[in-house]
Each structure stands twice: as structure tokens, then as C-alpha cells.
């Protein structure tokens, strides 16, 4: 069987500890090539890690015949850029979430991927874990009666003024790096959209990136609550609430690759914990996406869902200015 070879455009931590080992697994694709603005990272990691082709450049691996689509790993204010020069080299693109800096440069995203025919995906890897499908047919199939809250709390702690998540200019902060998250959980549980959002949030004096942001997310008749820190003590859980049960996700977003995954339903007929088998879930995302790509699934690659999830982001931020409700 032909793999989908992907490249890759720059040489991050998140591509060396949650990426390549899972690709090195998938039956529909592969990487085929690394590029980096410093060629002696490219020419580490490909030796490393027996990657086919090493590129100086992010134009000379887009312009290479050879390479079927890309991933794009890098900082949230580059990622409108290579989306759109990778389209218009022919190549699909799954990029890091959040697909772009706001909802406007969404939908530019989206009209680049229609207008050069190429499949565009978001990497929110979370929803192709099977806990998270079984806790979303849990709530379609009113299991535990009408949903009515959901809880999420995500943190770290990283103070160094370096990282790219703590410079503003480039996307950072806690809401765009681990809020969307908190965001798109809600809806994908739910299966709505917010009508409207207010928030608090919390700038760090220097950087102005928020390092700590609080939301409610009013889903009409469903409330959606979060917090998300840059500096608290790394923890992440969310908790589902319904008329007769609830459900609680222990590690909802980086769930471990060498061990079984577990979620707690408690219902009138007792408490039970679900044991899920050991999977990667960026592995089982690359699978979905490669699927797409190799039946040209461009009609039914809707960008929809990132659009509506950035029209929130938006609206959080609108908030915490206007310190009022903002509709979304």
C-alpha cells in the first residue's frame, strides 16, 4: 500500500516527543521530509530518525514533487503563511491548532484550501481518542439524562519569557495555547454552539500574553466553564454534569501513549471507571487525515468547526476588555 508522504515544516519539541514516533506507526502515511530554518536541525533529526530528505528551506520542501501534504508545527502567527503557500503548491495541510490567530484569518485559511483543491485539517488530536467518542455518544444517547454543566480546568507552568507561547505577537498566551482546548471540548460534547461568552483574564505585566483566563460559555440551557493557567501547577481535568449522572475525564488532552486511559461515569445505578485500551491519538489523527488526503475528500472538508471555535476564542477576548457578555 502507498503511504501518504508528509513533510514536515520546522523541527519543534512538540514534533520530536508527540509526533514522530506515533507517524513511525500509521499504515496510511509517513514522514518523508524535514525542514527547518536551521538545516543542522533538519540533517539531526532526519539522521536520527531515518527520515528520507532533509530541506534548507520551508519553499524547497513545498516545492518538492515527491511530498503529498504537510504538517505544520510551528508558532500560531506563521500558520496563516504556510497554509496558504502550501496550498498553492498543491499540498493538504494538517496544522497545530489553533488554525490561526483569530476568525478572520480562518475563513482565509479555508478559501485558500478551496480555491487550490487541497484538504485542510485542523490538529485537535483529542477527538480521535476513543474515551472521547465514548463520552460524547454517553451524552447523545442521554445515558445520564440532559446534560447541564461542564468543568474544565488546564494548566503548566512555564515562566520563561522565550517560549513562544509567551510571546504575544505570536499567538501566545494560555487561552490560545490550552483554552481552545477547554472551548472545543465544550462544543464537541455538546454538539452546540455558545451563544454567548464572558471571561476574566489576567495579563503578565511584560509580555501581555493572559497567564491565567477564566470563561463560561452559555450553550442555552447549558453552562460551560473553564480556567486555564501558563503558571499554576500543571493539572488537567474536565468534568461533565447531568440530570442523572456525570462523567470526569482524568487526563482529558495529553493522555498518556503507554498505558491504558480511564474516565468515571457515575450514574443512580452506581459508580464505574471505563477502561480504554493503550492508542495514540496523534497516530490515530494522522490516519484520519491521511484518509482524506487519499480520497480527495475536498467537498466534505468543511472548516466549519475551526471557524466557529475561533468566532468563541474571539468573543473571549472581546470579553475580557468589555468585562460584559459578548454573542458570538
Known amino acids: 500500500m502507498t503511504k501518504i508522504k508528509i513533510g514536515v515544516l520546522g523541527v519543534s519539541n512538540h514534533l520530536i516527543k508527540r509526533i514522530i514516533l506515533p507517524l513511525k506507526q500509521t ?18 533529526l532526519a539522521k536520527k530518525f531515518h527520515i528520507n530528505k532533509k530541506y534548507d528551506s520551508y519553499s524547497e520542501l513545498l516545492s518538492d514533487e515527491e511530498i503529498d501534504a504537510v504538517y505544520i508545527p510551528l508558532p500560531n502567527h506563521l500558520h496563516l503563511k504556510w497554509i496558504k503557500e502550501a496550498a498553492q503548491h498543491g499540498k493538504h495541510i494538517l496544522c497545530e491548532k489553533p488554525l490561526t490567530l483569530n476568525a478572520e484569518e480562518a475563513k482565509e485559511a479555508e478559501e485558500y484550501a478551496r480555491l487550490n483543491k487541497v484538504v485542510l485539517c485542523e490538529a485537535f488530536m483529542y477527538k480521535y481518542h476513543p474515551l472521547w467518542i465514548h463520552a460524547q455518544n454517553l451524552i447523545k444517547t442521554s445515558q445520564l439524562g440532559k446534560i447541564m454543566y461542564i468543568r474544565t480546568s488546564f494548566a ?19 487561552l490560545m495555547d490550552i483554552g481552545c482546548y477547554a472551548i472545543s471540548a465544550a462544543r464537541f460534547l455538546t454538539s ?5 461568552v464572558i471571561s476574566l483574564m489576567q495579563e503578565n505585566k511584560t509580555s501581555k500574553t493572559d497567564i491565567l483566563t477564566s470563561g463560561i460559555l452559555d450553550f442555552d440551557g447549558i453552562h460551560s466553564s473553564f480556567t486555564v493557567s501558563t503558571l499554576s501547577e500543571p493539572n488537567q481535568t474536565v468534568e461533565i454534569v447531568a440530570t442523572a449522572g ?14 491504558k486511559s480511564s474516565i468515571t461515569v457515575s450514574s443512580p445505578q452506581g459508580t464505574r471507571e471505563i477502561e480504554f485500551d493503550i492508542c495514540d491519538q496523534y497516530g490515530l489523527m494522522f490516519e484520519a487525515f491521511s484518509e482524506k488526503v487519499k480520497n480527495n475528500d475536498i467537498e466534505n472538508n468543511s472548516l466549519l468547526d475551526t471557524l466557529n471555535n475561533m468566532k468563541v476564542i474571539d468573543a473571549i477576548f472581546k470579553s475580557a476588555k468589555s468585562n460584559s457578555w459578548e454573542m458570538v
Open 27 to 44: 499504515y496510511n502515511c509517513e514522514i518523508y521530509g524535514i525542514a527547518s530554518r536551521s538545516p543542522e536541525k533538519a540533517d539531526e
Open 156 to 174: 503548566y507552568n512555564n515562566p520563561n519569557p522565550e517560549n513562544i507561547r509567551n510571546i504575544k505577537e505570536y499567538g501566545g498566551g494560555a
Open 192 to 196: 452546540k454552539e455558545p451563544i454567548r
Open 246 to 259: 456525570s462523567i470526569k475525564i482524568h487526563v482529558p488532552f495529553n493522555t498518556y501513549v503507554d498505558t
